[in-house]
């Protein structure tokens, strides 16, 4: 079973940065294509962010575009959501999930019947 730990949640003000950090158990960040998800209470989980194993190609969320940007690094063998500018609109709980697949649109936009992690908690204050 594919296991992530995210972590690098906060509490933050309207047009700060957080860092996100999602850490793979037992396997090398460069196996899976990683993608971020958020989910606030009485909505559906949604993709914000998603790159290939490869970094070939990636999926980033109009509403994201231009302030998220995803990383990875195989030496510290952990993926991150760099958030820049967040918004009131941007709080949630933070997944991450690992997935053998290069369709990131897909990976993003199909979010049913997976096995998800404990997720990190993000709070936007104005």
């Known amino acids: 079973q594919v296991q992530l730990v995210e972590s690098g949640g906060g509490s933050v003000q309207s047009g700060g940065s957080l860092r996100l950090s999602c850490a793979p158990s037992g396997f090398p960040v460069d196996r899976y294509s990683i993608g971020w998800y958020r989910q606030v209470p009485g909505k559906e989980r949604e993709g914000v962010v998603c790159e290939s194993k490869d970094n070939s190609n990636s999926y980033y969320a109009d509403s994201v575009k231009g302030r998220f940007t995803f990383s990875k690094d195989g030496d510290k063998n952990a993926a991150y959501l760099q958030m820049n500018d967040l918004k009131i609109e941007d709080p949630g709980v933070y997944y991450c999930?690992?997935?053998?697949?290069?369709?990131?649109?897909?990976?993003?936009?199909?979010?049913?019947?997976?096995?998800w992690g404990q997720g990190t908690q993000v709070t936007v204050f104005s």
């Open positions: 999930l690992a997935v053998n697949t290069q369709d990131m649109t897909r990976l993003c936009t199909f979010t049913g019947g997976r096995s």
